[in-house]
């Protein structure tokens, strides 16, 4: 396992905090109350830990495929149904949305190798990630890749935490599938949007793991 290079400033802040907090409890609270001073180090250590934990990269076995698309996020399959693209295409698509909790990895991967022909940020809400509108209305970044004569779009939408959408690809980029695309900070969603005849690999509630999972056939 190794520590996703978004996470350092923040998990160099934390351990400050952690030191100062616990410090200050040592000097002032354990000589009166040692179980207080006890239960302030137990809670910001888990607390410590759980930030170190969300930045994780954990070593798997990639799935590289050609006519696959590969979950680009870790997380619970929220949606699978038809709708009518709203960016870029103006047609009718197929939308898988995968939910990540704060507890899951938060690496976003490229589900298809090919090149990048549309990358664009928008400003917006902080929607709970599995509202309906968040795909519309939340703080986004849209990237569309084609590959083979496909074009495939995946959405990175931030969510009511998570307030922080990295995305690292430009236009007329090539890339590789199960690449890092991106990162979102503390709990998010991470929209696919396949064409009509594209088989789709997943069933509502599955965790997809990113980079390993099949979500679709096409």
Known sequence: MTI???GYSTIAWTTILFGVINMLSFYFISHRSPALSWIIFIVTLAFLIFI????????????VKENTVIAPADGKVVA????????????R????SIFMSP???????????????????HKGKYL???????????????VVYK??????LVKQIAGAVAKRVVNYLQPGQQVKQCDEMGF???????????????????????????????VAIW
């Open 103 to 121: 507890l899951n990895v938060h690496v976003n991967r490229n589900p298809v190798s090919g090149e990048v022909v549309y990358s664009k940020y």
């Open 184 to 214: 979102i900070k503390f709990g998010s969603r991470v929209d696919v949007l396949l064409p009509l005849d594209a088989k789709v690999g997943v069933k509502m509630g599955d965790n997809a793991v990113g980079g390993v999972t099949v």
């Open 128 to 142: 709970v990630a599995w509202h309906p509108k968040s795909s519309t209305e939340n703080e986004r970044h849209t």
């Open 4 to 6: 996703h290079r978004e």
């Open 52 to 63: 170190i934990s969300f930045f994780r990269i954990p070593k798997r076995k990639l799935t």
């Open 80 to 91: 699978i149904e038809e709708v009518q693209a709203d960016e870029y295409f103006n047609d």
């Open 147 to 152: 590959t083979g004569g496909k074009e495939l």
């Open 93 to 96: 698509r197929i939308q898988v």
